[in-house]
Nanobody, 126 residues
């Protein structure tokens, strides 16, 4: 019913930049908070940054000053601009939407919780 698709990952040299995108599709009426998480090889998934529907942002300490999260509510998209990348930023980056309100044929509208994309790989060479 709802799909989140990440893009923009790739290979970059240390110190370089990447911009990740997350596009939501479906009969969407509203998306609540959108977040980025990442999972390094052999490690647990960790939170990176979040942005509310109103635009309030929060960042994990390890990305403050280097990453910028943004969103476009009209296009149902979120972005993560990553600068000054280092090898510790290597991993699969996932988009999450904690609650998405969608049109529903029977109920008129319903909310879907904890929505994830399939991830996009970020690799940084030293």
């Amino acid at each position: 019913q709802v799909q989140l698709v990440e893009s923009g990952g790739g290979l970059v040299e240390a110190g370089g930049s990447l911009r990740l995108s997350c596009a939501a599709s479906g009969s969407i009426l509203r998306i609540n908070t959108m977040s980025w998480y990442r999972q390094a090889p052999g490690k647990q998934r960790e939170w990176v940054a979040s942005i509310t529907n109103g635009g309030s942002v929060n960042y994990a300490d390890f990305v403050k000053g280097r990453f910028t999260i943004s969103r476009n509510n009209a296009n149902r998209s979120a972005f993560l601009q990553m600068r000054n990348l280092n090898t510790e930023d290597i991993g699969v980056y996932y988009c999450n939407a904690d609650a998405i309100l969608i049109r529903d044929q029977e109920m008129g509208a319903k909310e879907l919780y904890d929505n994830w994309g399939q991830g996009t790989q970020v690799t940084v060479s030293s």
